[in-house]
């Protein structure tokens, strides 16, 4: 698969076999990403070219890497087998290249069925106050609107559009 990486011929080639390479040529890796993403199950994403985390700058044949200086802090959950960044965390990473609305609907997704809180993304935004992360700025305010007294999620995407349609017309 690459230098020194190699695969069993009679493992059938999939996405988790590609994702799982791809964590083997890093020294330190999670999974990150759209990959974190379509392993959390959020709406909309589908399996692509296998996204890691990594603590200092690296490069791969097998899939796209990102740095964090935060990499020790990043909290991280198993899924399927994998180490992979938190609901949250995910979220955040995804906040940097998604549209607002795409955004929202993610938060809401994990605080829906319950695989983040609140808390877990103000500790992320406190962790990362007054450095320059990229969709750190929209996360900060779709979860301003959340705090509100009295904030239930919606239940359906609708439900979450029409929201938008009557809290800001």
């Known amino acids: 698969l690459a230098t020194g990486l190699y695969a069993v011929a009679s493992a ?8 799982a390479a791809a964590l083997l040529q890093q020294t330190r890796a999670v999974v990150a990403g759209r990959s974190a993403a379509a392993l959390h199950g959020l709406p909309g994403i589908r399996h692509g ?3 890691v985390l990594v603590p200092s700058p690296a490069r791969s044949s097998l899939g796209k890497v990102y740095r964090s200086a935060f990499f020790d802090e990043v909290r991280t959950v198993r899924v399927a087998g994998f180490e ?9 990473a995804l906040a940097a290249s998604m549209p607002v609305h795409r955004i929202e609907a993610f938060t809401d997704d994990t605080l829906i069925r319950r695989t983040a809180t609140i808390d877990e993304y103000l500790a992320i935004l406190d962790r990362i106050d007054g450095r320059r992360v990229r969709g750190a700025a929209p996360l900060r305010r779709i979860l301003a609107e959340r705090c509100s007294n009295g904030y239930q999620p919606p239940a359906s995407e609708l ?5 938008r349609l009557t809290d800001r017309p």
């Open 12 to 19: 059938a080639p999939g996405w988790q076999r590609n994702l």
């Open 84 to 92: 992979v960044t938190s609901p949250a965390e995910t979220v955040l």
């Open 49 to 51: 070219r296998p996204e």
């Open 159 to 163: 439900e979450r559009l029409s929201r």
